[in-house]
């Protein structure tokens, strides 16, 4: 038995394992994955392995426990004596004190309620998220240490991301760095299957995704895409067997599913598509860290397909790329029954088709609209020429639509409406938000969220101007307060209601958010 391998809690730690046969399709032919049985609790957690070329597999892991012992064993379909029988003990070393949020609190979970993202040690949660959806096959690591610099100084912790270029028929060069290029994941996805995967293609993924890490901004994975894809030209997502699918979807969280991610398991479709049911189940199977799985709809879509899945954790609407506020729709999700995390997963994106569409603040007011009308999973933003990775600004064989005039995604990178986006997070960062809802009773504003109205009372205002508070409930309202320009992060006031004050003084004219909170 090996017993000096050691690892920190909710740090990746990784075993290899070499077949001793040789299979025609590893991919396809062998699952192999590991047990482990935590001594002294008697916690048993299941892992997939994951072929990495040649005759090697691997298996990720990380502790969710801060002390003990790991015992494990590899189990292989095959029998095969390189993969099956391996026993090994991985010690829990304590972790050094770190700044880094998953590192300290652990991976997303939802909320008792279900309503928002906690970490594992109970510490609320809140996602910023931006949207490049053509990253993994297109952008370069230098590109990625750019990208993730920017965000995360803005306050971003997360990215949506096509784990695949999902068109059957798009061409171009295998190249990353030449125009109209793409690098490839699988050799039949053209043909709208997934049985001839390329290792390589993950494995420098995995480079992509570790500059992801180092940043705390959490890859939202999305198999293969349902709906317009990159270029519009055949997505796979709606023609793959079910079942090759679901495997793709375990490979995912056997390479991915050790350290923190969001699995999207359907984008831009209808949400009824058989390949997003056979993708869920397969992730709540193999998943053992109930990190957070959903579904992303077209804009006309209803938004509430399969509702009561045990594997399902949120649903995301889409308001379509015309520039218009349509918080209405994340309001109808909050609504529906049993409860799951909503948010409004692709507003218009900043400058799609036109200059100035959906530009600057409108994509702060559109932040804190989704937020309050129920999106309390968290916020998403998006640029045009940034979510198609397009090369520079040149670049051709884009759809006009989507593309900001005059842009690669360098430049889309400094487009201004992605600092309001990035600052509300920080805004709300040390309250407890955890299951927030739409609170239209407290005060004579359009919009506000509570938990406790006795803890914590958030409103925004579109223009600023004093907030009323109503005069039923205001006794309940905690009595301190400050007021936050969201334009800037800045706190422009704060101070202490008295017994009878109704008032919370504003001199109006520009956004404000109304924090009543007494921690």
């Excluded at 997303?108 to 053509?134: E, F, K, N």
């Excluded at 994340?330 to 909503?342: H, L, T």
Aim: glycine content about 10%.
């Amino acid at each position: 038995m090996n017993t000096d391998v050691s690892a920190a809690r909710w740090q990746q730690t990784e075993l290899s394992f070499t077949a001793e046969h040789t299979y025609a399709n590893p991919y396809t032919d062998v699952e192999t994955w590991a047990e482990f049985t935590h001594d002294p609790t008697g916690t048993v957690l299941r892992r997939p392995a994951f072929w990495d070329g040649g005759q090697t597999w691997r298996i990720r892991f990380a502790s969710p426990l801060s002390e003990g012992r790991w015992h494990w064993r590899t189990h292989s379909n095959t029998g095969d004596p390189g993969l099956t029988g391996h026993t090994g003990e991985l010690r829990v070393a304590p972790a050094e004190e770190t700044e880094h949020r998953f590192k300290r609190h652990g991976f997303w979970h939802m909320s008792p309620a279900g309503r928002s993202l906690v970490h594992a040690d109970g510490t609320p949660a809140l996602l910023i998220a931006d949207t490049a959806w053509a990253l993994p096959w297109r952008a370069t690591e230098d590109h990625v240490r750019t990208y993730a610099a920017d965000r995360a100084a803005k306050g971003f912790n997360a990215v949506l991301l096509m784990s695949v270029q999902p068109d059957m028929h798009a061409r171009g060069p295998q190249d990353r760095t030449a125009d109209t290029g793409f690098d490839v994941a699988f050799d039949d996805l053209k043909d709208g299957r997934l049985r001839e995967l390329r290792p390589a293609y993950f494995q420098y993924l995995d480079k992509l995704l570790n500059i992801l890490a180092d940043h705390a901004i959490v890859p939202v994975l999305q198999p293969v895409f349902q709906g317009f894809g990159w270029k519009g030209r055949s997505v796979a997502g709606t023609v793959v067997p079910p079942h090759e699918y679901a495997r793709y979807c375990r490979y995912l969280v056997a390479r991915y599913g050790a350290r923190p991610v969001i699995y999207l398991v359907g984008a831009d479709g209808s949400g009824e598509e058989p390949q997003i049911v056979a993708g869920g189940e397969e992730i709540e199977a193999w998943d053992a860290y109930s990190q957070p799985c959903g579904i992303h709809y077209r804009p006309h879509g209803h938004n509430r397909a399969h509702q009561d899945a045990p594997w399902l954790d949120f649903q995301w609407c889409q308001t379509g790329h015309r520039g218009e506020h349509v918080p209405e729709r994340v309001a109808d999700m909050w609504r529906n029954e049993p409860v799951k995390a909503v948010a409004n997963g692709e507003p218009t994106y900043e400058h799609s088709g036109e200059t100035g569409k959906g530009s600057g603040w409108w994509q702060g007011h559109e932040a804190w609209s989704n937020l309050c009308a129920g999106g309390t999973m968290g916020v998403v933003y998006g640029a045009g020429s940034m979510w198609q990775w397009r090369l520079h600004a040149d670049e051709p064989d884009h759809e006009p639509f989507f593309l900001a005039p005059g842009c690669g995604w360098r430049e889309a990178l400094d487009f201004e409406g992605s600092r309001y986006v990035g600052l509300l997070g920080g805004i709300l960062d040390g309250l407890p938000i955890t299951d927030m809802r739409p609170d239209w009773q407290l005060s004579l504003a359009p919009r506000g969220l509570t938990t406790d109205p006795h803890v914590l009372y958030i409103s925004y205002g579109e223009h600023g101007g004093p907030l009323r508070l109503h005069p039923a409930t205001a006794s309940v309202v905690p009595r301190a307060y400050r007021i936050v320009d969201p334009r800037t992060g800045e706190t422009v006031a704060k101070g202490t209601r008295g017994d009878d004050d109704l008032i919370i003084p504003d001199e109006g004219g520009a956004p404000r958010v109304y924090i009543c909170y007494d921690g």
